[in-house]
């Protein structure tokens, strides 16, 4: 039995960690935990950017577009009562992408507030045929969510931000232009008219809050822009503003790749697009 | 008959609908449809009353299965009174649930992706979703269930024509019922009672037509009315089916029939369904997308559904029968479709299904505390009822108690409530007005608001602060002195008109001229008032008029009326109620009162109908973190608080901040 009993030089915990063992081991115990958290972070921060926010007022067709998308089908709904979050698979690349739509009614849009940390991009979708009378509203909710994106810490890329021209179906094309590039130009014309008028407003006025002088960064801002600082997508400081005409039509299967019977795709072939070249 | 019906998910998505009437197909994908503002105004808004919701002459009545989120909806025209409609609703959600669990679960999962990275590594969503497919047999289903339940209602029509003495013990009869209670056999008093009921009926449905039920209501007095007259046209209808129904019905031929008969009787709608709709449920698909199911955490549910499914048609009568004897009383069927095996694994999970006894003490509790922190009797009652139906039938998970997932659904809806469904931004508003390009005859008019309420809660104080606020913003205002009752009124502005007249804005060291009085001393008529300073306003260029009225109590009726006279010939841009934050209980007396008054006044005097616009909640800062009355408020009115007074000066105004209110009103 004596034969197997180790020597105690070996066993000795003094003599195993030697100051340069201990050194090298607490060097190579940071450098796995340098690794560990890197790997992480960069797991974290692809899985945050993952969401695509559909907002935009009640009735523009969120759902409608959730369910083409996500379904391959568009099916009939009705006003949202809470958030739809669905996975949707492109076409080409097969990147998935997580499709949040939160529901328009002003009294629980906010709910876009929870996924804007997640988000890859922000999709506003219009209803283009009742633009003109809901110009203001439509404004006013795009506003706010100009607000948020400026808002979010610089550390983080902001997400990507594209207006979508919805039920371009409704719009009659002429010689000269599509429906969609109709459309298009209708939502801009009017969205910048109504958030000029609110930026005029918030620029020379003095909030109630600020009455008290304590908390006077309540103001909501978001709108700035270069140049001679008039409200104009092209010039907004957040960043790039897309626009894309899209339509769908209840009941249909959606054509989900270009092929002979459809060369030009379906109503959202514009959106998918889109969504495929986000970054 | 009903007009509409239809099974959704809360996220939007209709699973299945049908529209009975073309009137009713022709609005349902519209955003006026019955359903969309039952969602819009019932469920999100919240309000109704009583579980029962009411537009343009339909009636809609609702169920929600909460652990699969979806909304069953029935429309009917609100003059038939239909009796059945409760049962259909649950005996609906009975059947829809027992049929597609599976795939129910699988579609509410989808709608449910916490990050893309889990699902996308376990299953790509393929292009096997098939909602069509899915509830393939449905309709079927569905026909058989409201046949029987029409049938059933009949039935239960004749035998208590055919024993009146049993139906006048009867204790609960049919709201729509109680005129026949008194009758006998006798032949005279019935043909008197049968002139006076359709009477009765011709007024209801004279009514009904006067809330827009019109389009609807014509055909359906047309259907009575031939009955009516020619009690033997049963007789003459065309198909076989109809026939025999007619004869069976002879017995009671003579007596009056009802709406409820009628309705019976009617087949103007497609009724001629499949006679053996269980043929043509293909249940061999539901097994199919069932199997959808086993990505996700439904594996329990499978085996059961899969026996059920494969014994076959017999089985899904038998529920129906079953659904029908038992009245659809079968209020939670998911729980039981578990079984002991699922009991044992929600216990080892820690899950459990949120019952109306689990819900019941913590809501009661929820209620107190609400309560406590000033919220009105009425009020803290109807919010946690809403919670609770919201609640019920839901899972939680282990680590969640019960009174953890009430609170949480407690500040979501205090929070939904408090969030204002317009703008409050009254800078905004005044400006796009002003900028607005009038026609070259005309002259611009100034922005008017109108300050309303009872006594004595500080309605020219706090007009002062908005004042103080608009010039501000470099508005010329003027104060228009419209309570012309209380003594030392005219003065009190006229002291604050002095002193706002001294203050400085924008470095100029006072702002004369900026502001200025209307007054025309007191027992004056106040409307005629407000007119002149319109008019005065308009001339001498005034951006904003502020119109002080006289604090009256909402239970005298001429100073309302003289209020809602004020409001009609100066058709004001906003109508701002100002109340304190102190009230309780009284809040919403205050509230209704006010807001009916303007309304009655402001529709009968044929213009366009007008309400509070808004609130202004006063004494802010002496109630601490008792805020109540700003939930009340909002509630009662639907309509935003626009301000919060916060004490004595100029600038202690401010606006409400959602979040804070929430956290004061659910804190301990
Ligand atoms: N003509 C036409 N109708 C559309 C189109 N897209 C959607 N709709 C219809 O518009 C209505 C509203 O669509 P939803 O998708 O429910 O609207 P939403 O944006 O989700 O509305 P909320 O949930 O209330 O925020 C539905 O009746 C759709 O059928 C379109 O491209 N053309
Ligand atoms: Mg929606």
Known sequence: MDGVTPTPEVLSPSTAFTPQFQIVAALVFAVVLVIISVFLAKRKSTQRGDAVILAGCSDAGKTAILSTLVYKQTLPTHTSMQTNAALMVLPQGHKTLRLIDVPGHPRIRDQFQEYLPHAKAVAFVVDSSTISRNGAAVAEHLHMILNALTSLPPSRGTPSLTIVAHKCDLMKSTAHASAEQLAINRIRTILERELEKRRASHANGVGVESLGAEDADSQVGGLECTGSGEFKFAEWEGGEVGFVGTSVSVGKEAVVSADEKHPQGDGLSPLREWLEDLP | MLDHCSISHKGGVVLWSRSFTPAASHTAASSTSPVNSLVREALIEGRSSDGKYEKDGYAVKWTFVNDLELIFVVAYQRILQLTYVDELLLALKTLFIKLFQPFLATFVASLHVTSSAKLASSAAPSASWNFRKAFEGWDGVFDKLLRGLEDKAAQERRTRVAHPARATIDVTPPAEDTSTIPSHSNADVQDEEQIARNVQALKNRLRGRGGHAGRRGRGRTDVGSGRDSLPGSDSETPTSKRKSRAKAQRKWGESAPTENDMALLDYSYD??????????????????????????????????????????????????????????????????????????????????????????????????????????????????????????????????????????????????????????????????????????????????????????????????????????????????????????????????????????????????????????????????????????????????????????????????????????????????????????????????????????????????????????????????????????????????????????????????????????????
Request: contains cysteine; aromatic residues 6%.
């Open chain 2, 271 to 668: 009724s001629s369904v499949s006679e053996d709709p269980a043929s043509s449920l293909d249940l061999s698909t539901l097994v199919d997308n069932g199997s959808l199911g086993t990505r996700t955490r439904d594996g329990l549910y499978e085996v059961k559904d899969w026996e059920f499914a494969s014994q076959g048609d017999k089985n899904t009568d038998d529920v129906i029968a079953e659904v029908l004897k038992k009245g659809g009383q079968e209020a939670k069927p998911a729980a039981s479709s578990l079984g002991a095996l699922g009991s044992i694994f929600s216990r080892l999970t820690g899950s459990k299904v949120l019952t109306e006894e689990d819900l019941k003490p913590v809501l009661e509790a929820m209620k107190q505390h609400l309560m406590k922190k000033n919220v009105a009797k009425e009020i803290a009652d109807k919010v946690c009822e809403d919670v609770g139906e919201s609640l019920v039938g839901k899972k939680v998970g282990g680590f969640q108690s019960t009174t953890s997932a009430v609170r949480q659904a407690l500040a979501n809806s205090i929070t939904r409530i408090l969030t204002p469904k317009t703008s409050t931004d009254l800078l905004l508003s005044i400006r796009t007005k002003l900028s607005t390009p009038v026609a070259a005859s005309q002259q611009k008019l100034p922005y008017s608001i109108t300050f309303v309420g009872v006594n004595g809660v500080g309605k020219s104080t706090n007009l002062s602060k908005v004042c103080f606020w608009l010039i501000q913003n470099g508005f010329r205002v003027l104060i228009a002195a419209c309570d012309t009752f209380r003594s030392g009124a005219v003065e009190q502005l006229r002291v604050h008109v002095r002193n706002l007249g001294m203050l400085g804005v924008d470095g100029a060291t006072n702002s004369k001229g900026r502001v200025e009085l209307y007054e025309r001393g007191y027992g004056k008529d106040a409307a005629g008032i407000a007119k002149e300073a319109i008019a005065y306003a308009r001339d001498n260029d005034f951006d904003v008029v502020l119109i002080d009225t006289a604090g009256r109590m909402q239970d005298n009726e001429p100073l309302m009326r003289a209020l809602a006279k004020l409001v009609a010939t100066n058709n004001p841009d906003k109508i701002i109620f100002v109340g304190e934050a102190l009230v309780g209980n009284e809040a919403v007396d205050q509230l209704t009162k006010f807001d009916r008054a303007l309304r009655d006044f402001s529709a009968a005097s044929g213009g366009q109908e007008r309400g509070i616009d808004g609130m202004l909640v006063t004494k802010w800062d002496t109630v601490d973190d008792k805020v109540g009355a700003a939930l009340s408020m909002t509630y009662v009115t639907g309509q935003p608080i626009i301000f919060v007074g916060c004490g004595q000066t100029y600038t202690d105004l401010r606006q409400l901040r959602v979040a804070n209110v929430v956290q004061a009103i659910l804190s301990d």
